[in-house]
């Protein structure tokens, strides 16, 4: 049965549609029950985040994961960058008439395993076919619920000056490592997406150092564009010394053959930390010691001008601003 | 600047995105405020619901609504059957390059009033941009949180036997609204969506009367889908009575030049109530008395058996199955 394609009668609320959520979504992502009433329930009391991403990846597997494994991992993540652990998903998919069902198997089959990894579920989700040429292949929206412990307060204008920036691994392995699938481009050794869910490291990272200020996932656009909006945020300055900054080898030699900036690039499996002094070295322990975090580093400060520009330290020791950039780097990168 | 239109540029994570994001999403949606960080603040304590919901409705504009104004009604609707307010929505976006910026804006504008309507806020949300050919103009995804009310217990396994089976309304108007401005269809009078935002009604009901066991709101699969699904999930036997399913003339009379069913046919501000026969008047009154639900009805009820069946008593006396559907009605109705 490989070959079974997704129907437009998949998407219409009948029979066919109910067979397909519990045979392709229920089997990976659910209790085994059928489908039953349309909002999931949830139960606490407290402070709450709510996050949702759309999902267009292109293409859907991509070396390092699937554009499932993404939505969760992204939807974890945000859910991280407030501080907050995950309680409960949901998962809206877009599918293009004539995709294969084995492909849908595995993109929620790779949904469920990085939920589970961060010890969370899918607890609701919806299921839309549009016909052939009105999507491409599967699109997906992820929505996540997370609850805040007491004492954390994190937040993109929480940055203060002699706040030490760290970031929690090489950047920019997302956005190549999907560039080169895309484009079918062989690099010497292949790049590998670092999608992954944060949850855990965060969790590390907040019981070490709970006066965390600022964390944020610097995804699309990259570390740059991530640290741009932290400046603009907190209304600071920011100072980051390139030559901190960690790249992989194989990253940056690819981005010097395409002529892309890795600072620009997109990240699924990082984390940008602003933590004051007096914590920075505690927080880089904890970092280094989750799998997730063994290469994380400081990279750079919080200075006591309020400019809300990002300042990069070249490696020649001359200064620039480090713009947001203006379109048109990665498209369906995320 | 009425012929703008989204560029690929606008869905990469920079300063175009940025822009659109601020002068179209957060001047209609948020405060005015620039964006912030990816996940939004709830507060408070108690029993939760979650739901999700992808939206593709073709065309996007349509007789009594589009899909901006559908995306808020039918998670605030999905809440609603849970018996909950609404506490917060996320609405993430997947555009298609070309889509007029004017288009979006309108699409923006309804969710905002219907939202405004419900008094419930979008408070977080994603963009995605997807090259020409790769959509159709506008998906939206749409998430909601509501909180249950302390004695409020409904479920679609709630139903009992002798209880009374209401519905809010007329059926099966958004299906053939959609339908007619899809085909290009003209009949003598139009056909206008139903598309409603329920959390007044649905709150008015469960004041009047607090034993209803099952909400639930008929879309895709319409009214004989969603019972259906109530009698196969609380492990009853149903029956509905034909004559006294309430059906606009202009729907009716659509319906039989097309060959269509309208207890097939979508709703999007209906809601089915199952509820004790002791507290079937009040809730019915109830009903009738709040703007959307005064053509109320009751149409049948619920029987000692429990096949997980719908039974249709037909105008002419006699009793047929009334089955889910299998495949193929009316593809992109939500």
Chains 1, 2 share one sequence.
Do not use: W
């Not at 929620?108 to 607890?123: D, L, T």
């Not at 929690?168 to 699938?181: E, F, M, N, T, Y």
């Amino acid at each position: 049965m490989s070959d079974d394609r997704v129907l437009l009668a998949h998407g219409d609320g009948g029979q066919l549609m109910a067979e397909l959520i519990e045979s392709v979504f229920m089997s990976r992502l659910g209790t085994g029950e059928p489908p039953g009433d349309d909002a999931a329930r949830l139960e606490g009391g407290g402070r709450f985040v709510f996050t949702t991403d759309a999902f267009v990846v292109d293409p859907i597997f991509f070396p390092g994961g699937d554009i499932g494994k993404l939505a969760v991992c992204g939807t974890i993540n945000d859910l991280a960058a407030a501080g907050a652990g995950p309680l409960a998903l949901s998962a809206s998919f877009i599918l293009e008439e004539g995709l294969l069902i084995s492909d849908l198997e595995r993109v929620v089959g790779s949904m469920a395993e990085a939920a589970e990894e961060a010890e969370v579920k899918v607890i609701c989700g919806d299921t839309k076919v549009v016909p052939r040429g009105r999507a491409d292949r599967v699109y997906i929206s992820t929505s996540g619920v997370g609850a805040v412990p007491d004492g954390v307060n994190v937040s993109g204008a929480g940055a203060r000056p002699g706040d030490v920036l760290l970031i929690s691994g090489p950047v920019g392995d997302h956005g190549l490592a999907v560039l080169s699938r895309r484009e079918g481009l062989e690099f010497d050794s292949e790049i590998v997406s670092d999608c992954a869910p944060l949850a855990g490291l965060v969790q590390a990272l907040l019981t070490a150092a709970p006066d965390v200020h600022v964390l944020r996932d610097p995804t699309r656009g990259g570390l740059a564009t991530a640290l741009n909006e932290i400046a603009r945020q907190s209304g600071v300055t920011i100072e980051i010394d390139e030559s901190l900054v960690p790249v992989r080898e194989s990253v940056a030699a690819a981005c010097e053959l395409l002529g892309l900036d890795p600072l620009y690039s997109a990240n699924e499996g990082k984390m940008i930390v602003a933590v004051s002094e007096s914590e920075a070295e505690s927080a880089l322990r904890a970092l280094r010691s989750h799998g997730y975090g063994a290469e994380a580093a400081a990279v750079g400060g919080v200075l006591e001008e309020s400019t809300g520009q990002v300042l990069l330290k070249t490696a020649l020791g001359t200064h620039r601003i480090l713009d947001r950039h203006v379109g048109d780097q990665l498209p369906r990168i995320c």
